[in-house]
Nanobody, 119 residues
Framework: QVQLVESGGGLVQPGGSLRLSCAVS????????VAWFRRAPGKEREPVAS????????TYTESVKDRFTIYKDNAKKTVELQMNFVTPEDTGIYYC????????????WGQGTQVTVSS
């Protein structure tokens, strides 16, 4: 069973920075593609960023490109999301998710961490 635990959410002012962390408990962490999703108030959940097992491919939704960076550390079994120049539109619950090689859907999810961007 794979478990994911997010941390690092909170209140941040517009233009500020925040770093989210996702700890993944599995012995095969290096096999997993890991992603961050978010659900803004009144909106559908959307993907934010993802990273493949061998770090070769990182993808970002258009609205966060050049502001957010995803990092994966196989030794620590963590995936972090560095959020810079945040705006109120970045407010939402951020979820970490993982899928194993060969899986087309993200099967494992964390409980989410709240990010609020407000002055």
């Amino acid at each position: 069973q794979v478990q994911l635990v997010e941390s690092g959410g909170g209140l941040v002012q517009p233009g500020g920075s925040l770093r989210l962390s996702c700890a993944v408990s599995t012995s095969a962490f290096s096999r997993y593609t890991v992603a961050w999703f978010r659900r803004a108030p009144g909106k559908e959940r959307e993907p934010v960023a993802s990273v493949t097992p061998n770090f070769t491919i990182k993808t970002y939704t258009e609205s966060v490109k050049d502001r957010f960076t995803i990092y994966k550390d196989n030794a620590k079994k963590t995936v972090e999301l560095q959020m810079n120049f945040v705006t109120p539109e970045d407010t939402g619950i951020y979820y970490c998710a993982a899928r194993d090689r060969g899986e087309s859907r993200y099967m494992y999810w964390g409980q989410g961490t709240q990010v609020t961007v407000s002055s």
